[in-house]
């Protein structure tokens, strides 16, 4: 009866600790930027047709840091009214570096594509305004 006891204690001590790392752990990874500090050679596709890896709150993110993008550069194509869809995102080769490609309507006719390249500042998109712009087209 004694061991039992012990066992259940023991148990929920363990389920208690991995609850204290596990769940912060969770939060930080739902709400950062993938691939922050990865360099290599090879691009990596993060958001296209086919591939999504990322989740609704980062393609959320994205899609601010883009229309916030624009919107610096004085782009002809001024999305302050504007529908701003993302299409794709990739993770450049770089530390900190993201392509964003994204279809901007001001109405139903008229359709722009800018992709552009940033360097995020900080790996937590909670601040999506946290970022420079390398190139935008």
């Not at 204290?20 to 969770?26: D, R």
């Not at 722009?112 to 190139?135: A, E, G, T």
Request: with cysteine; glycine share 2%.
């Amino acid at each position: 009866m004694n061991n039992k006891v012990t066992k259940i204690i023991w148990i929920i001590c363990i389920l208690i600790i991995l609850g204290i790392i596990g769940i912060p752990m969770l939060y930080q990874n739902y709400h950062s930027a993938p691939y922050y500090d990865v360099t290599n050679e090879k691009t990596i596709i993060l958001e296209s047709e086919k591939v999504h890896r990322l989740n609704k709150y980062q393609k959320r993110q994205f899609t601010k840091i883009a229309k916030k993008a624009i919107n610096q550069k004085g782009e002809p194509s001024n999305c302050q009214n504007c529908r701003i869809n993302l299409r794709n995102v990739y993770k450049l080769g770089n530390k900190h570096e993201y392509k964003i490609i994204v279809e901007i309507k001001s109405n139903p006719n008229d359709e722009v594509v800018n992709s552009m390249v940033i360097r995020l500042n900080n790996r937590d998109l909670i601040n999506p305004y946290d970022f420079s712009i390398k190139n935008i087209h």
